[in-house]
């Protein structure tokens, strides 16, 4: 897979987080970045700049964390309007891509998107903190967890059985 950002260089704003994630487990007593087991791509950084990288073909997530500063905003809104949140499996001639309301594009070529099914309002009887978190909704969706356990316990790593038959869809 290789991944193209464009529009870093010349953003209005910086992304207060920005990384990169192999996913091969999840953690669903967590949420946010916590509950992803994974290995970063250290090429994805906040202040990098425009460019190319190549990335393993292997399950990845894309994050960006944008900044709260609008006063016109609810910090809810604006979290939802400047995040941005790719996750891709490897696929050959398949595109994938993103756009941010900072004017930034992340394409990832070789790459198929994965859609993030939200959940429910009070999932699970959850916090909201869980359940509208798409680190969380995204490790939901793709490993083999119905309950969501309220203390830690053991690391989830394998696939739902609908995507363990994907082919090409390596964990590690």
């Not at 073909?57 to 995040?83: M, W």
């Not at 070789?110 to 959940?119: C, G, P, S, V, Y």
């Given at each position: 897979?290789?991944?193209?950002?464009?529009?870093?260089?010349?953003?209005?704003?910086?992304?207060?987080?920005?990384?990169?994630?192999?996913?091969?487990?999840?953690?669903p007593?967590?949420?946010?970045?916590?509950?992803?087991?994974?290995?970063?791509?250290?090429?994805?950084?906040?202040?990098?700049t425009?460019?190319?990288?190549?990335?393993?073909?292997?399950?990845?997530?894309?994050?960006?964390?944008?900044?709260?500063?609008?006063?016109?905003?609810?910090?809810?809104?604006?979290?939802?309007?400047?995040?941005?949140?790719?996750?891709?499996?490897?696929?050959?001639?398949?595109?994938?891509?993103?756009?941010?309301?900072?004017g930034?594009?992340?394409?990832?070529?070789?790459?198929?998107?994965?859609?993030?099914?939200?959940?429910?309002?009070?999932?699970?009887?959850?916090?909201?903190?869980?359940?509208?978190?798409?680190?969380?909704?995204?490790?939901?969706?793709?490993?083999?967890?119905?309950?969501?356990?309220?203390?830690?316990?053991?690391?989830?790593?394998?696939?739902?059985?609908?995507?363990?038959?994907?082919?090409?869809?390596?964990?590690?």
């Open positions: 897979m290789h991944l193209t950002i464009s529009g870093l260089n010349t953003a209005p704003m910086k992304f207060k987080h920005l990384w990169g994630r192999y996913v091969h487990g999840f953690r007593w967590k949420h946010c970045i916590g509950c992803l087991v994974s290995n970063t791509a250290p090429q994805i950084y906040p202040e990098m425009d460019g190319s990288i190549e990335l393993q073909d292997r399950l990845f997530y894309l994050c960006g964390v944008g900044q709260e500063r609008s006063e016109k905003l609810h910090p809810e809104l604006a979290r939802k309007i400047t995040n941005v949140h790719l996750a891709v499996r490897p696929r050959k001639g398949s595109v994938a891509a993103t756009g941010s309301s900072y930034v594009t992340f394409t990832i070529q070789d790459a198929q998107a994965i859609t993030i099914e939200t959940l429910s309002a009070d999932f699970q009887g959850l916090p909201k903190a869980h359940w509208r978190c798409k680190n969380f909704q995204f490790g939901y969706q793709m490993f083999d967890v119905d309950e969501v356990p309220r203390v830690p316990g053991e690391i989830v790593q394998s696939l739902r059985k609908h995507w363990s038959k994907v082919p090409g869809l390596a964990l590690r």
